[in-house]
Every structure is written in structure tokens, then in C-alpha cells.
């Protein structure tokens, strides 16, 4: 059975960076994709990024792009959010979730829709 834990959130001035972990257990790490969401108090749900687990091909929502990374490291069944440059705004409960079916250019909704998901790791981002 699929198991995704997270790690890596803490509590960083803004400005600063985290990097993000998400271990899988129990998935294939040769096809599908994964991403990150997050969840702030009283927000709805947002997919900030996802990659291709097997072209390494990524998206990243606007909000984050060119300040945020994503990558997965096939070997270790480990997925990765390299967090840069980060705001107040970027506090958040964040999520990583996977799926090991091809998807297509549709990751996100597969992920939504059917996707395994992890418990979250908490980044608080103070001004």
C-alpha cells in the first residue's frame, strides 16, 4: 500500500528557504506523477507543483514559480520541493500526493481525484 510522508516544514523569516521531502512507500516510482499542494486556514486547497516521475517534466502554479523547485529522485522513491525566496503569504499546510497512473497533461486532477496523499508538513513563513 501506498504510504507518502512528509517532512522538512518548520518556521523561517521571509526571504528564507526549506526543502521540502516527501517519501513513498509502496509506489512505483517509474511512471505517473506527484505534487505538492498546500492548504492555509480558511483557503481552499492549492496545487503549487507537480512533476512527470518519469520525463521529469514539472509545473509550477504562478504564485511560486521561479522562487520554487520541485524533482524526484527515482532511486530513493523520494520527491522534493526546494522552497526559495518565501513569503508570509507562502504559510501553509503543504502536501505532497501521487499517482502511478499516466495522466497525460491532466497530473492535477488525477491527483485529486484519485491520488495517494500525505498527512502534511506545516511551513510558517514570518515577516
Known amino acids: 500500500q501506498v504510504q507518502l510522508v512528509e517532512s522538512g516544514g518548520g518556521s523561517v523569516q521571509a526571504g528564507g528557504s526549506l526543502r521540502l521531502s516527501c517519501a513513498a512507500s509502496g509506489y512505483t516510482f517509474s511512471s505517473g506523477c506527484m505534487g505538492w499542494f498546500r492548504q492555509a486556514p480558511g483557503k481552499d486547497r492549492e496545487g503549487v507543483a507537480r512533476i512527470y516521475i518519469g520525463s521529469g517534466a514539472t509545473y509550477y502554479a504562478s504564485s511560486v514559480k521561479g522562487r520554487f523547485t520541485i524533482s524526484r529522485d527515482k532511486a530513493k522513491n523520494t520527491m522534493y520541493l526546494q522552497t526559495s525566496r518565501l513569503k508570509p503569504e507562502d504559510t501553509a499546510l503543504y502536501y505532497c500526493?501521487?499517482?502511478?497512473?499516466?495522466?497525460?497533461?491532466?497530473?492535477?486532477?488525477?491527483?485529486?481525484?484519485?491520488?495517494?496523499w500525505g498527512q502534511g508538513t506545516q511551513v510558517t513563513v514570518s515577516s
Open positions: 500526493a501521487a499517482t502511478e497512473r499516466n495522466t497525460g497533461g491532466a497530473c492535477q486532477s488525477f491527483l485529486e481525484s484519485s491520488g495517494y
